[in-house]
């Protein structure tokens, strides 16, 4: 399997459900026997992403560590054509 094909398998993408949601899907992965999960996330739904990682990390897979936090910025367009900068994180959880 390419590197890229197990990238966007291990990826989370956190949008507007409660962080337990997201927690579940990262677990599952963890479960399922893969070793390292991405958790990304736009705009306001950055502090569920965080959460999220840290309900994971202290709760229900406590041999995970944060590998790597990469922020940045996102150029979006809307319906109209305006283009808005949106904040953007990834946050890399791997275990042993």
Known sequence: M???GTADENTIF???KPPMSYVLAVVTQFNGGTNQV???ARGRAISRAVDTAEIVRNRFVT???IKDIVIGTEAITNEEGRTSN???IEI???TK
């Open 14 to 16: 956190v949008g507007s």
């Open 92 to 94: 890399i959880l791997v």
């Open 2 to 4: 390419t590197e890229k």
């Open 63 to 65: 041999d995970s560590k």
């Open 38 to 40: 991405q958790i990304k």
């Open 86 to 88: 949106v904040s953007s």
